[in-house]
């Protein structure tokens, strides 16, 4: 679960914020801040692991606060949520660490895309002690690898779905292809397309094990 932190000086656009998070699993509210004062003074005796941080804000704004976070080596993360749109202020945002920046007035969704990002690549950095070219570029690329709404030529959205949901029922464990297979009473072959379709989308991983005696086996595991 990720602790999360919302900075904003406008009462309601916290709780907008607060309840926006909170539609979206695997992240929890653990404290909300009207100022950027307040903030620091909780982040010097608890540990956040995500900020979503406004920068208009009186005294200490948004973009002192970061510079704070990081002068003090504190291990947060910040995501500015903001209506600052100038050039140098979203450059200065990004060179001090910022995951991502959201223009207000924004979508549920564009955050929802943003948190989602996130997650996977805490996730990675977390589980993984060493992560290879392809999971790297994975969590670095700004763009989708495939459209939410399409799929792969030659898949079956309703298949698609039950080995999704599958795995997220079970996802505290690695599988083969063969045990989902067996499992979902698919055939083997149909089965590893579509886990190799969701590794290459970023919605599994996937870990070789190398027996004694024949090929290795690839074993998957859902990110989130």
Do not use: W
């Amino acid at each position: 679960m990720i602790n999360v932190m919302i900075v904003d000086d406008d009462a309601m656009v916290l709780d907008l914020n607060r309840r926006y998070v909170e539609r979206i699993e695997g992240f929890s509210v653990k404290a909300l801040a009207g100022s950027g004062e307040e903030a620091l003074d909780y982040l010097k005796n608890k540990t956040i692991d995500l900020i979503i941080l406004d920068i208009y804000m009186p005294k200490m704004d948004g973009l002192s606060l970061l510079k704070r976070i990081r002068s003090i080596s504190l291990k947060t993360d910040v995501i500015l949520v903001t209506a600052a749109k100038d050039a140098e202020k979203i450059d200065t945002a990004l060179k001090l660490g910022a995951v991502d920046y959201l223009v207000k007035p924004f979508q549920f969704e564009r955050l929802k895309e943003s948190l989602d990002k996130y997650l996977k690549r805490y996730q990675l950095l977390n589980n993984l002690k060493e992560i290879d070219q392809k999971e790297i570029d994975k969590i670095t690329s700004k763009e989708k690898t495939k459209e939410k709404n399409k799929i792969q030529k030659g898949l079956h959205k309703n298949t698609l779905l039950k080995i999704k949901n599958y795995m997220k029922e079970n996802k505290d464990r690695f599988h083969s292809s063969d045990q989902v297979a067996d499992a979902l009473g698919f055939s083997k072959v149909t089965v590893r397309k579509y886990l190799e379709y969701l590794e290459e989308i970023g919605e599994v991983r996937v870990e070789v094990e190398y027996g004694s005696i024949g090929r290795p086996c690839h074993l998957y595991k859902i990110i989130g």
